[in-house]
């Protein structure tokens, strides 16, 4: 039930990603089955327990001008350059007001980030130890707050409507989106900048994930540590980056005539309720999120034909959300081809619901459903129709596609788009 | 050996050049940080603490607050360098 009838469409998206400088190059890897994952070979990761990532394809010190990136943590110039993208491609020409056909008033920024501005925080640490307290730059404090990426990409666009940051660990970038969605049809706004960014390439969340047995140890082989469905999967592979939308109420993208990739349905949510860390092993908070999307938006299971899943290569995480989809879903499950993208991608955390929307609005757009990766002996609890190897294509018709994160703590966001 | 008021000007022209990207040949002592440079106050605090340790000088917090512009800088800098 929507509390309104406005419809909100997708007509822009930008990103920065271990497989390219903008969502061109990244849905290229993507199509191509190409993995983003590589040797870490800094000084620093020599001893660490894991040793492989998705580094960023384009740094963005070559793409941001040198006076705004030194004043940007690193999740923050990911968020800004996907946010340019995005803004360009929606075909605004200059910020809210500046372009006449969007007014600041009626424009939003809703970007999150699991972490925040972990690696400001932990290298300015080391500023004050080393270098002392008249050293630790003036920039630290709106530099690491979590809400920086959102607010520069809000000052970037002129958003007066609305910055927000919702954070719910790997779920935040879909969570965002989410949010984003319900800010145009409930008026609030007309056009929302929204999705994920990460930058927690760094010792300290590299240790930490690891010693949560989280991560995959398979340092021999990068391109093909990041595994989902498959036996031999050990953990997820961290990556940075980061993923944007622009979503645009209907009646504001058909009079500047913009160009719509597809209707953003709407979104699911739950909360598992069960451990801070580990999945419900059941699936049951990930098919409760299902339901309410069901429920609560005009989509229909018999509509969907792919599903972008989280799916980070941990061994129970990608059985209980193979299981929810089997319960909510049903039969209608046997005409839907399941990617698990982050097989190339690696887990972006809070930027992954960013990057992989961007994905799923591709994969609707080009009707091309992208493939999993590292597949090669399949789990056996795991029976959905997976897009294994090489991408496939999906029908003609409207279709929709779902895209799932969750996040440590137990939240659980699916998003679903529809084809226009 | 102290440093001269166009050794001072130029330092100066390098360090907002740095922080702010404001090409060298546009700073004088005319010119105003906040006004003319793009040097906010979060910047400003950087250009102190790196004008302090070219110019071997402090530049206490309450102080920073006088300098407005590329000259106010220089002539402080000139008056309390060693």
């Known amino acids: 039930m929507n509390t309104t009838n406005r419809t909100v469409v997708v007509t822009g998206i930008g990103a920065t990603t271990p497989l390219g400088g903008d969502s061109a190059s990244t849905w290229e890897g993507l199509v191509q089955g190409r993995s983003g994952i590589t040797k870490l070979e800094q000084d620093w990761a020599a001893e660490l327990p894991v040793r492989i990532a998705g580094t960023i394809a384009v740094e963005p010190t070559e793409v941001l001008a040198r006076p705004l990136a030194r004043k940007l943590d690193r999740s923050a110039q990911f968020a800004l350059i996907a946010a340019r993208e995005a803004w360009a491609d929606a075909g605004y020409t200059g910020k809210a007001g500046e372009d006449p056909a969007v007014e600041p008033e009626r424009v939003g920024a809703v970007v999150a980030s699991g972490i925040g501005g972990v690696t400001t925080l932990l290298g300015q640490y080391d500023v004050l130890k080393e270098q002392g307290v008249r050293r630790v730059s003036p920039h630290t404090v709106p530099m690491l707050m979590p809400n920086s990426p959102s607010a520069n990409v809000g000052l970037e666009v002129n958003a007066r409507a609305g910055v927000h940051t919702p954070v719910s660990a790997c779920a935040s970038g879909a969570e965002a989106i989410g949010y984003a969605v319900e800010m145009i049809r409930s008026g609030r706004a007309d056009v929302v900048v929204a999705g994920g960014t990460e930058a927690a390439i760094h010792p300290l969340p590299m240790v930490a994930f690891a010693n949560m047995m989280a991560m995959s140890k398979n340092n021999d082989e990068p391109t093909r540590a990041s595994r989902p469905y498959d036996k031999a999967r050990d953990g997820f592979v961290l990556s940075e980056g980061a993923g944007i939308v622009i979503l645009e109420s209907a009646e504001h993208a058909a009079r500047r005539g913009a160009q719509i990739y597809c209707e953003a349905v709407g979104q699911g949510l739950s909360a598992d309720a069960h451990h801070i860390a580990q999945p419900e092993p059941t699936g049951r908070g990930v098919a409760a999120a299902l339901e309410h999307l069901f429920a609560e938006n005009d989509v229909k299971p018999a509509e969907v034909v792919h599903v972008n899943a989280h799916a980070t290569s941990t061994p129970q995480g990608d059985v209980a959300e193979v299981k929810a989809l089997r319960r909510v879903l049903g039969d209608d499950l046997g005409h839907i081809m399941v990617s698990g993208t982050k097989s190339m991608t690696g887990h972006l955390l809070g930027g992954a619901g960013g990057i992989e929307t961007v994905a799923t609005v591709l994969a609707l757009k080009n009707r091309v459903a992208p493939p999993t990766i590292n597949l090669e002996n399949l789990d056996d609890e795991i029976e959905p129709d997976l897009v294994s190897g090489e991408a496939r294509p999906l029908p003609e018709g409207r279709i929709v596609a779902l895209n799932n994160s969750f996040g440590f703590g137990g939240h659980n966001v699916v998003l679903a788009l529809r084809s226009v | ?82």
């Open chain 2, 1 to 82: 050996m102290a440093a001269t008021q166009e050794e001072i000007v130029a330092g100066l022209a390098e360090i907002v050049n740095e922080i702010a990207g404001i090409p060298v040949e546009d700073v004088a002592t005319d010119k105003s940080f906040t006004d003319d440079l793009d040097v906010d106050s979060l910047s400003m605090v950087e250009v102190v603490v790196a004008a302090e340790e070219r110019f071997d000088v402090k530049i206490p917090d309450d102080d920073v607050k006088n300098l407005k512009t590329v000259g106010d800088a220089t002539d402080y800098i000139l008056k309390h360098q060693d």
